[in-house]
């Protein structure tokens, strides 16, 4: 069942009493589902239970005859005290509890005061989790730095090989052509230099396109996958 049903059932079973104290019934059960909000309209004919229910309360109230009251929160007001529904529990526990009326329970349910009850506790839950989140943060900060710094030492260290290993390439060059002179000079220092040369032209050459390779092979996966790993909380914050 819902609101429209709800309410034209009410108004027939209504019919029997004066027309002033339906209207103002109606008008009044009309403003509690207005108040509710579309949201919590299955929520009120939950809480007030059939409409025969709602009726027979009523007319309780009324007693049969024109009795000046109102409609209030706590059920119709004659001018001294508001009528209670007298219902009984059968043997198996079903029905209503005794001396309270469901019908006029408002719920609870206001987003805007829900949100400024939410804003009120996280300001003053502040000095508990502004702190957490700033260690957090920090811890973050900190890890990225140092895999960044990580990252960059790998990158550094083909670098420092290519230019050591062409420095070294220069240097044995070098001593192989002053060995290639000294050759006729001093035989024995020449071998020794032209030794020394190929020694140092040979691992300058093995650490220079160990290095290059490292370059060109290694450092873009490597950075790629930082860059990656950097943007993964905020790519799955954008999909969610």
Same mark, same amino acid.
């Given at each position: 069942?819902?609101?429209?049903?709800?309410?034209?059932?009410?108004?027939?079973?209504?019919?029997?009493? #004066?027309?002033?104290?339906?209207?103002?019934?109606?008008?009044? =059960?009309?403003? =509690?589902?207005?108040?509710?909000?579309?949201?919590?309209?299955?929520?009120?004919?939950?809480?007030?239970?059939?409409?025969?229910?709602?009726?027979?309360?009523?007319?309780?109230?009324?007693?049969?005859?024109?009795?000046?009251?109102?409609?209030?929160?706590?059920?119709?007001?004659?001018?001294?005290?508001?009528?209670?529904?007298?219902?009984?529990?059968?043997?198996?526990?079903?029905?209503?509890?005794?001396?309270?009326? =469901?019908?006029?329970?408002?719920?609870?349910?206001?987003?805007?005061?829900?949100?400024?009850? =939410?804003?009120?506790?996280?300001?003053?839950?502040?000095?508990?989790?502004? #702190?957490?989140?700033?260690?957090?943060?920090?811890?973050?900060?900190?890890?990225?730095?140092?895999?960044?710094?990580?990252?960059?030492?790998?990158?550094?260290?083909?670098?420092?090989?290519?230019?050591?290993?062409?420095?070294?390439?220069?240097?044995?060059?070098?001593?192989?052509?002053?060995?290639?002179?000294?050759?006729?000079?001093?035989?024995?220092?020449?071998?020794?230099?032209?030794?020394?040369?190929?020694?140092?032209?040979?691992?300058?050459?093995?650490?220079?396109?160990?290095?290059?390779?490292?370059?060109?092979?290694?450092?873009?996966?490597?950075?790629?996958?930082?860059?990656?790993?950097?943007?993964?909380?905020?790519?799955?914050?954008?999909?969610?």
């Amino acid at each position: 069942m819902n609101r429209v049903e709800f309410m034209s059932r009410l108004e027939e079973l209504l019919a029997e009493i #004066p027309v002033s104290e339906r209207e103002e019934a109606i008008a009044y =059960y009309t403003d =509690y589902f207005n108040d509710a909000g579309v949201e919590n309209e299955q929520e009120v004919i939950d809480s007030l239970g059939t409409p025969e229910r709602v009726a027979d309360t009523i007319k309780a109230g009324l007693g049969g005859k024109v009795i000046e009251g109102e409609f209030t929160e706590t059920g119709y007001r004659n001018g001294q005290e508001p009528v209670k529904e007298e219902v009984t529990v059968s043997e198996n526990g079903t029905g209503n509890e005794n001396s309270k009326d =469901y019908s006029k329970q408002r719920p609870n349910e206001n987003p805007i005061l829900k949100v400024i009850l =939410y804003v009120l506790i996280a300001v003053l839950l502040s000095p508990i989790w502004m #702190p957490i989140i700033g260690t957090v943060f920090g811890i973050l900060v900190a890890l990225i730095a140092i895999l960044a710094t990580a990252v960059l030492c790998v990158a550094l260290i083909p670098v420092i090989a290519v230019v050591v290993g062409t420095a070294l390439v220069i240097a044995g060059v070098f001593t192989f052509i002053v060995g290639i002179i000294k050759l006729f000079v001093a035989p024995a220092a020449a071998v020794g230099l032209l030794g020394v040369g190929l020694l140092l032209s040979g691992g300058g050459m093995l650490a220079t396109v160990l290095g290059l390779w490292i370059i060109v092979k290694l450092i873009p996966p490597m950075i790629r996958g930082f860059v990656n790993l950097c943007r993964k909380p905020f790519s799955r914050k954008r999909g969610k």
